[in-house]
């Protein structure tokens, strides 16, 4: 198949410097339904777990349990959401995600676009260290952080009485570790790339520096400050590891882990909750990001390449 | 540099009282000192929650398990000693590098494809094709989990549909470190190529054409045009990738949780079941710490990268 694809491409180089359009538009022609065909396989190959899941959500557990066409629902039936949706624990589930994401997207904003301004524009001692240094957390996974957190945390209920562990909210002090960084990397990116006039020309007409940031800063860079709100909200809404670790009530889980803790209860999957569950919960960056591509798409690139 | 902020602070707001000499100066010494401020919560932030841990991870490791009793280097020593350890590292290698390598291929390749339809088209392929990357891990995870369930595995059955034998995804070590590297490669490889799209559109037309007239065959226009322009973006996205899929854990936690046989076991889910659910914190610090040197040089590797493209601007 390769072979190919490659053919029509090599025998159009030579032809193509002959005067010989015809040839060169007809390999264009090739190159682009072969394009397409690839393109139809990747879309498939990425696009068949969510449509799996979605057609297992319309199923019933009988239907499931038959082990009919695992690829087409034969009686499609809105009883999976409707359960999930009435039930008090997946409500919870919900209830405690978006409120840890919500305020984790304000307090990572607060934080970062604040922090980023600073570096970026107002220059003190140790900034360029401290920038590197934001850059450097950011690289530094969740993964290395929660066991001495754990200990931390325990040693917080030990010492002052207050106890971290177990709490919805404890997410909230979590969550920012892993958003603040990447927020400030993103705003520090975008606000270097301001003009310097700009700022300096508000300055010699008196404006603060608080001023500059909201009434400049703050609106220049907005297309960033989406981007970086729509990421801390998305990684705020997928974390797994901190309320695995940190969380075990049910009533204090957050989505991601209460569908996987609760809705598998030991060799018992009920698949068409858990498929109806994971959707529901794919949900809200979904639909984020199919409004808000275009920001999504620049927040993406500019994480990694923005410097 | 609290202290120097502090004097600085002082100072300010002496000058600001009096008419000062220099409001040039003034203003600087102002300037510095609100800016350090402004940067103080996430100073706070990383000091306490990032910084402080991650040193705190090493003196944990050197604990015992009661942690009250310092033991050195005796929890390195016993993770050498036993083979469980050694086969995590062999497997957190494999599905990192194996995984990070078909993600950039894949990326690459449809990257190319994309950015070979007219661009009336591209927005509506990009935002599908990036769909593996918005859902959260945890949850498309569990949609790869019912695809590869043992009794009912949706594979299975187009398999056997078309005539070949069953195969137990999860269930024999081979085939679940295949499973596990080719859900990561789905969730990874749409990030890949919104990278390599990116970088591909910043090519410049020119060369392709100057290529094209000097005969350059397809095979020798992405060798030598489209490789070399692209290969700072393709590093760096190779290196951002292998830190984040090194330190990997929804995926194998939810597919397989180790098993079999903890022949899937990655450092994160191994040192979340050694120091969470077994309880042996300290052991648990020492095995998350064997990502250090990884990650380490891979930061290293990326800094130089960003402090270098910064000198040129």
Known sequence: MADAAIAPTTTAAAPARRPQYGSMSKNRRWALRWSYFFLVIFAV??????????????????????????????????????ELLTQNQYLTFFRNSAIVSVFVVIITMAISVIAAFALARMKFWGSATLATGVFLTYLIPDTLLFIPLFKMFAWVNDTFGIQLMNHWWTLMILYPTLTVPFATWIMIGYFASIPKELDEAALIDGATWMQTLTKIFIPVALPGIIAATIFTFTVAWAQFLYPLAFTTSTSELVLPVGIVTTLIKGDVFNWGQIMTGALLGAAPPLIIYAFLMDYYIAGLTAGATKG | MADVAARGAVRGSGALTSDGRSSLHKLMQRKSTIAFLMALPLITLIAVLVAYPAGYAVYLAM???????????GNFGFLFGRDTFWMVVYQSCLFAITAVIFKAIIGFVVAHFVHNI???????????????WVIPPAMSTLAWLWLF????SAFNWILEHIGMDRVAWLGETGWARFSVILVNVWIGSPFFMIMYLAA????????????????????????????PMMRNIIAITALFSLIVTFANFDIVRVLTKGD??????????????????????PLGAAVSLF????????????????TKRGSEV
């Open chain 1, 45 to 82: 190959f990425f696009l068949m777990p969510p449509f799996y899941m979605f057609i297992t959500s319309l199923k019933s557990s009988a239907e499931i349990s038959a082990a009919t066409n695992p690829w087409w629902v034969n009686s499609p039936t809105l009883s999976n959401y409707i």
């Open chain 2, 63 to 73: 604990l015992n398990k009661g942690m009250n009793r310092f033991v050195g280097l």
């Open chain 2, 118 to 132: 007219p661009s009336k088209g591209q927005r509506k392929w990009r935002g599908m094709l990036l769909v593996p």
């Open chain 2, 149 to 152: 369930d043992p009794s009912y």
């Open chain 2, 200 to 227: 591909l559109k910043s090519v410049p037309e020119q060369l392709y054409e100057a290529a094209s007239i000097d005969g350059a065959t397809w095979w020798q226009r992405i060798w030598y045009v489209t490789l």
């Open chain 2, 260 to 281: 079999p046989l903890n022949t899937t076991h990655v450092f994160a889910t191994w040192a979340f079941r050694v120091g969470i659910e077994s309880g042996d914190i």
């Open chain 2, 291 to 306: 990502m250090v040197p990884i990650l380490a040089v891979a930061a290293t590797f990326i800094l130089r990268d960003i």
